[in-house]
């Protein structure tokens, strides 16, 4: 119901029921894959398809949002020059950060991933997918506020990320800040407001990456 009026539903025709013993393979096969996903610093230049960017788009376009007014916007970017604008402003703009808005306690915490103001990886990497949250969408001359918006772009992006890594693809999520520079390079509208630069393609065949774990059950999740 993109354009308002009443509700008027339709029956619940995608679900499918599973038996216990399926779910919990699912569950597991579906956590282990996961289990799988690294952020990936260091790329390979080898372009990948198109398509499979798309289709993750699409999965990622099924988020729950507030309203459905699905107030996001993916940029595809692919082209070297385009790379080269975006990767002079993050890097730009994190020199800065970590020379001098870094508190030290924030450089202290990051220490162990290695990260600092060089982005190589925003030119190597074969595309960027630079994500836009609509804070309002335009509709002519009229404003038309939309809501929940940095949930719902967070899990678009969550979505995206899980289906590329699905797909067989690396990324980095890059959080460049502040990122208005992102509006100028890619020419997107006021409304909408950077929320996240990925970067994707194939790990480089010597890729490192910090040696880190994940909490386990028991301390990310209680029961009552
Ligand atoms: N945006 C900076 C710093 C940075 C911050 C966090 I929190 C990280 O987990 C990683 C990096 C950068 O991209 O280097």
Not at 23 to 47: G, K
Request: proline share 9%.
């Amino acid at each position: 119901m993109m354009d308002g009026g009443s509700y008027r539903p339709v029956p619940l025709s995608t679900f499918t029921r599973r038996d216990e013993v399926e779910m919990a393979r699912r569950a597991r096969a579906f956590r282990d894959e996961m289990r799988r996903r690294r952020t990936v610093r260091d790329y390979s230049p080898e372009p990948v398809p198109g398509e499979v960017i798309d289709a993750c788009i699409e999965a990622a376009g099924t988020a729950p949002n507030g309203a459905n007014r699905q107030p996001w916007h993916f940029v595809v970017v692919g082209d070297p020059a385009v790379k080269h604008r975006i990767r002079e402003a993050a890097e730009h703009e994190e020199m800065d950060f970590y020379e001098h808005r870094a508190p030290p306690e924030w450089l202290e915490a990051l220490a162990h991933l290695g990260t600092d103001e060089h982005k190589p990886f925003l030119e190597t990497a074969p595309v960027l997918i630079a994500v836009f949250a609509e804070k309002y969408e335009l509709r002519g001359e009229e404003k038309l506020k939309n809501y929940y918006v940095t949930e719902s772009v967070g899990i678009a992006t969550g979505i995206l990320i899980t289906a590329l890594h699905h797909a067989g693809l690396a990324t980095l999520t890059h959080t460049p800040s502040p990122m208005g520079f992102l509006n100028e390079i890619l020419d997107r509208p006021p409304n909408e407001r950077p929320f996240l630069l990925l970067v994707v393609g194939y790990p480089a065949a010597d890729a490192l990456v910090p040696d880190i774990t994940r909490k386990p059950l028991d301390r990310i999740a209680s029961r009552r």
